[in-house]
Nanobody
């Protein structure tokens, strides 16, 4: 199982960004996918998830601004981030729980400044 994030970058407050997570080594459509972020000096925090039926969940801090989606044909999950704020600055990781283990990507940096 391998997860690779991409799409991070430096944006100004109020702008948008879409990060992606491509998965290999497992049947993508069978597992929930989660986005987690970690800001400097802080613990990792849940951002959003999407389960097998495609039901999304969001942290209160991003609700109404972020949208998670997935493309099973491309084995990719996306996080569309709108109205970005400086407090959204963090390393963004995708995660899945598969075959009894948790798998993480290497992360993609999002900086809002």
């Amino acid at each position: 199982v391998q997860l690779v994030e991409s799409g991070g970058g430096l944006v100004q407050p109020g702008e948008s960004l879409r990060v992606s997570c491509a998965g290999t080594g497992f049947t993508f459509s069978n597992y929930a996918m989660t986005w987690v972020r970690q800001a400097p000096g802080k613990e990792r925090e849940f951002v959003s998830s999407i389960n097998k039926p495609g039901i999304a969940a969001y942290a209160d801090s991003v609700k109404g601004r972020f949208a998670i989606s997935q493309d099973n044909a491309k084995n990719t999950v996306y996080l569309q981030m709108n109205g970005l704020k400086p407090e959204d600055t963090a390393m963004y990781f995708c995660k899945t729980d598969c075959r009894g283990s948790s798998f993480w990507g290497q992360g993609t940096q999002v900086t809002v400044s």
